[in-house]
């Protein structure tokens, strides 16, 4: 009988042991993280400098470097959104420590970006009037000056000779704009 309580007892002992155990074990495989290393370039294999690498789910993220590299510490089995302007957003799942994301251009969508003097703004967002000429509206044209291609062409630009001297500058005004202290002509980009 006493070797029946010691044979319980040791028994009861490895398995209070073993139930302390099983959550340190499973909370351990579940922690498993990553050091990753990786570059994001185009189609053409040019870095991508500031393109967005974020951890799919979290708010863990790192901006690439000049040289298209980034190097982050991310959960097991992670999936990577690598975004950039201009470009496809790209999930990638980790599966080593060593990355190469490609993404590949938007040129389908560039109407979508209109560009104005020193920045640019997406078409919906726009407020005001653009005007669009396409190199289709000069073929077949006589033209003497680039200027007069403009004339008559897009709503609100007016191009007229300011003297009748022969190869003389044409003044061209958007919607009538004028300036007290600085030049009226438009930038040209």
Known sequence: ?????????????????????????????????LNITGTVVDEAGQAL????????GKAQY???????????????S?????????FREQEVPVSGSTIRVVLQSLTA?????V???YGTVKKSDLTGAVAKMDAKDLENRPLARP???????????????????????MQIRVRG??????SSDPLYV
Do not use: W, Y
Request: proline letters at 4%; a neutral charge; hydrophobic letters at 45%.
């Open 115 to 117: 560009v104005i003097g």
């Open 177 to 182: 704009a004028a300036s007290v202290n600085a």
């Open 78 to 86: 992670s999936v990577l959104v690598v975004s950039n302007v201009g």
């Open 109 to 113: 969508e560039a109407d979508a970006v």
């Open 1 to 33: 009988m006493k070797k029946k309580n010691s044979l319980l007892q040791g028994l009861l002992i490895i398995a209070v042991a073993l139930l302390f155990l099983i959550p340190k074990v499973s909370s351990a495989q579940g922690s498993h993280t």
């Open 147 to 169: 200027e007069t291609a403009l004339q008559g062409k897009l709503a609100g630009v007016t191009v007229r000779t300011t003297t009748g001297e022969p190869g003389a500058d």
């Open 49 to 56: 400098p500031g393109a967005t690498v974020k951890v799919k």
């Open 62 to 76: 790192k901006i690439a470097g000049d040289d298209g590299s980034f190097e982050m510490t991310v959960p097991d």
